[in-house]
């Protein structure tokens, strides 16, 4: 059972414009939910991040939208660039054991046409 | 620079060889990761482990061995024993405590024909 669901599987965006990938999760024990960039035959790099006590965290044009009643979050870049063309992650980890276990979403890939 | 580097970053092998797939970190962290990258699937967890030592079986297992005898060091072997070994291999490395971010290393890609 997939624990953490993304989608769009693929987004195209005009330059200029607001790319929106979406996650859900069903564990509530969750409490950590970071957004991870890929770019191609490069590893996963953090973007940001949340936790479940907030409902919305910036970083320049990244922010994450979390609705912690629905079991959602959502990245949100604003102002896409071809730069941000890349495949994108959501997951969420939870502590075990002092131990964090993460999940990942099945990926987003992202073209932004210039 | 901290950082978390693996070696090869190409790798060639036989059908029947087994293949150890090298990654070291220098962020002093803790815990360390193993993942498997196929298209479309995402991440998927081969191996953990939270000390030197001690490591944990993750979701797919099955077919892979590893050993963490420095903090640095978390070597992953493909035995012959994984049906399917061509993927990317992603390992990673995260703090035991809060914030809890994980960071990963550039990859290796391992074909076996």
């Known amino acids: 059972q997939q624990q953490v669901k993304q989608s769009p599987q693929s987004l195209i965006v005009q330059k200029g414009g607001i790319s929106i990938i979406n996650c859900a999760y069903e564990n509530t024990a969750f409490d950590y939910f970071p957004w991870y960039q890929q770019f191609p035959g490069k590893g996963p790099a953090l973007l940001i991040a949340i936790r479940p006590d907030v409902s919305e965290k910036k970083e320049g044009r990244f922010t994450i939208s979390f609705n912690k009643s629905a079991k959602q979050f959502s990245l949100h870049i604003m102002d896409s660039q071809p730069g941000d063309s890349a495949t994108y992650f959501c997951a969420a980890s939870l502590a075990l054991y002092n131990f964090n276990k993460f999940y990942f979403g099945s990926g987003t890939k992202l073209n932004v046409k210039p | 620079d901290g950082g978390i580097t693996q070696s090869p970053k190409y790798l060639f092998r036989k059908e029947g060889q087994n293949v150890t797939l090298s990654c070291e970190q220098n962020l002093n962290h803790d815990a360390m990761y193993w993942y498997r990258q196929d298209p479309g699937q995402g991440l998927r967890l081969i191996y953990y482990s939270q000390i030197v030592n001690d490591f944990q079986k993750g979701d797919i297992a099955e077919g892979y061995s590893v050993s963490r005898e420095k903090k640095e060091s978390f070597p992953l072997t493909v035995t012959s024993a994984q049906k399917n070994p061509t993927a990317f291999y992603l390992c990673?490395?995260?703090?035991?405590?809060?914030?809890?971010?994980?960071?990963f290393g550039p990859g290796t890609r391992l074909t076996v024909t």
């Open positions: 990673a490395s995260s703090t035991q405590a809060g914030p809890y971010e994980q960071y």
